[in-house]
Nanobody, 123 residues
Framework: QLVQSGGGLVQPGGSLRLSCTVSGFTLDFYNIGWFRQAPGKAREGVSYIDGGAGNTYVVDFVKGRFTISRDSAKNTVYLQMNELKPEDTAVYYC??????????????????WGHGTRVTVSS
């Protein structure tokens, strides 16, 4: 089970931190991805972290603004979002995959999903 927290309404330029806490399995053995889905759009990957060394990847359109990290002791993955823009408005999901062959995986490779948390960037 993946339990998400964080999110909400923030003004442009503001920051939010999303959390994804895993229960029932050990985070370090799974690749984790953060995805988002805006109204009328397909779900898209935002950032990824692998279950081993903790290698990370952030997609270009949030690079320099978003950071993914992991606290293994808390079995939690975070997505720190800074300099938020209105176009970052979406429902954000974390997901876990047992496929550790690649850091970046397509949506269908993730077996477990969080419930989603809404992020609204607006003045």
């Amino acid at each position: 089970q993946l339990v998400q927290s964080g999110g909400g309404l923030v003004q442009p330029g503001g920051s939010l931190r999303l959390s994804c806490t895993v229960s029932g399995f050990t985070l370090d053995f799974y690749n984790i991805g953060w995805f988002r889905q805006a109204p009328g759009k397909a779900r898209e990957g935002v950032s990824y972290i692998d279950g081993g060394a903790g290698n990370t990847y952030v997609v270009d359109f949030v690079k320099g603004r978003f950071t993914i990290s992991r606290d293994s002791a808390k079995n939690t993955v975070y997505l720190q979002m800074n300099e938020l823009k209105p176009e970052d408005t979406a429902v954000y999901y974390c997901a876990a995959s047992t496929n550790r062959d690649q850091l970046i995986l397509p949506v269908h490779e993730y077996e477990y999903w969080g419930h989603g948390t809404r992020v609204t960037v607006s003045s």
